[in-house]
């Protein structure tokens, strides 16, 4: 399995900005999939969640509004859209398949997309 994401963006502050996380090799309708995001010397911060089987989505407070997360399960890819930019969402954005149970953690990661807010 692959989770392959849509290249860098580079946004003016107030822009929007959409990624894309397409699953290769298996399905993502039955697994949670998880964005995170890592800004320069941070660690890594939790933005939400999707289960595409059944269109359900949670935020991170911090996000909520301003961060949407969709999926299409005919072509297997996660969507997530940030709008409302500012320079503190300069970051390495990731899409994690979460494992089956509740343990939180994840078996597969995309390769990360860098998005610079910047005038």
């Known amino acids: 399995v692959q989770l392959v994401q849509s290249g860098a963006e580079v946004r003016n502050p107030g822009a929007a900005v959409k990624g894309s996380c397409k699953a290769a090799?298996?399905?993502?309708?039955?697994?949670?999939i998880d964005w995170v995001r890592q800004a320069p010397g941070q660690g890594l911060e939790w933005m939400g969640r999707?289960?595409?089987?059944?269109?359900?989505?949670k935020y991170a407070q911090k996000f909520q509004g301003r961060v949407t997360i969709t999926a299409d399960t005919s072509t297997g890819t996660v969507n997530v859209e940030s709008t409302s930019l500012r320079s503190e969402d300069t970051a390495v954005y990731f899409c994690?398949?979460?494992?089956?149970?509740?343990?939180?953690?994840?078996?597969?990661w995309g390769q990360g997309t860098q998005v610079t807010v910047s005038s």
């Open positions: 994690a398949r979460r494992l089956p149970g509740l343990s939180g953690r994840h078996d597969y």
């Open positions: 999707i289960y595409p089987g059944i269109g359900e989505t």
């Open positions: 090799g298996d399905s993502v309708t039955d697994y949670v």
